[in-house]
């Protein structure tokens, strides 16, 4: 593992996160639909995988990312867990000022996006506007309804991740108090949630309130990046390759097995993190600055893409046509990184303005 991330390395990191985060957004949503083990497991759902994989494998694209492409989130938690700590990690926190901070950042893009919605949605698509509307709206931007069966993905199916990160943030106050007191309590704390969840996460599926909804099931990836950069000034003697072979045993028996299923999110970001870098490193081109592009504009592009797809969506499952699949996908990304850089300088002028 390469234990020392640059600011750019991480926008780089964000940059392949919210790819693969927006194309599976879009994807899994396009027929024939696979599903995939995101916040539960099912052997059934992977076997759906499998038989797609082997019976339409012209459109082994699609089912890459419809099956594989949510791990991008992965990215996003262990990104803020390395970043949080490698600003903060150091310092006296007060938890008033840092949540202020942190909400400051995160809800004028949201706010802006939801607003967005609403517009697109109800007044450009016409779709009715009721009382559940406001209700489900309300549970949205008050961050509550992760905590509610089945409002998990009301407005708009991404938008979960805003109350997850929120909660991760208030952890972090107090896992970097946990870090200063006790040597060991970072990995304590990781042992300990996945003792939590694999013991009770099936319990709360079954009450339509995964772990992973929240910020429980997120929690060992987050506290990863938070031990990689309290020791990113150190050197490890282990190699990547003598590392790597175990991870992926690890990643696909997490496919067939559910015990290890809840490893695979920290055993994709081992794997995949230290190969990105090497990458990286290796040629820092005109992909590489369009990637860590792309990972400056991911806020933006994470709030958008879940609502923009519907129109797309709809046109292709409508035709059934395998060409239509991947050239409505480029459309599709094209117009997110268009409306995407409009609302960045939108957000940024009213912030400056009001802020």
């Not at 599976?24 to 639909?33: G, Q, R, S, T, Y």
């Not at 706010?111 to 779709?127: D, E, K, M, N, S």
């Not at 013991?199 to 909804?213: E, G, I």
Request: aromatic share 20%; glycine share 6%; with cysteine.
């Amino acid at each position: 593992m390469i234990n020392k991330i640059s600011k750019t390395e991480t926008l780089y990191l964000k940059g392949i996160g919210i790819l693969l985060i927006v194309c599976h957004n879009f994807l899994h949503w396009v027929k024939p639909m696979i599903g995939e083990n995101e916040f539960s497991y099912s052997r059934e759902v992977y076997n759906t995988f499998l038989s797609a994989m082997t019976l339409d494998f012209g459109n082994v694209i699609k089912h890459l990312f419809s099956y594989f492409g949510h791990y991008g989130v992965q990215l996003f938690i262990f990104c803020s867990g390395y970043g949080l700590t490698v600003a903060y990690g150091h310092k006296q926190l007060s938890l008033v000022p840092f949540m202020k901070k942190r909400i400051l950042k995160l809800y004028p893009v949201f706010t802006l996006a939801i607003l967005g919605l609403l517009v697109y949605t109800y007044v450009i698509f016409g779709r009715d506007f009721s009382m559940q509307t406001i209700t489900d709206l309300l549970l949205r931007y008050t961050l509550l309804a992760n905590w509610i069966p089945g409002k998990i993905f009301v407005v708009s199916g991404p938008y979960w991740f805003y109350a997850m990160i929120i909660q991760l943030y208030v952890c972090f106050f107090f896992l970097v108090k946990l870090h200063h007191r006790y040597r060991y309590g970072l990995v304590a704390v990781m042992l300990l949630s996945y003792v939590i969840i694999i013991t009770t996460n099936d319990f709360f599926v079954a009450q339509k309130l995964s772990l992973y909804y929240n910020f429980l099931g997120n929690l060992p990836v987050f506290v990863f990046g938070m031990l990689l950069a309290y020791n990113k000034d150190k050197t490890y003697n282990f190699r990547y390759k003598a590392m790597v072979l175990p991870l992926i045993v690890i990643f696909i028996l997490g496919q067939y097995f559910e015990f290890f299923w809840n490893f695979s999110q920290l055993a994709f970001i081992l794997i995949i993190v230290p190969l990105l870098l090497k990458l990286s490193r290796l040629s820092q081109g005109k992909m590489y600055a369009f990637i860590v592009y792309t990972g400056g504009l991911a806020m933006y592009m994470f709030a958008l893409n879940g609502f923009l797809r519907s129109p797309w969506v709809y046109q292709i499952n409508k035709y059934e046509s395998d060409v239509f699949i991947y050239v409505f996908a480029l459309v599709f990304l094209i117009i997110v990184y268009v409306a995407s850089e409009v609302l960045k300088r939108v957000e940024q002028s009213l912030v400056k303005r009001f802020l």
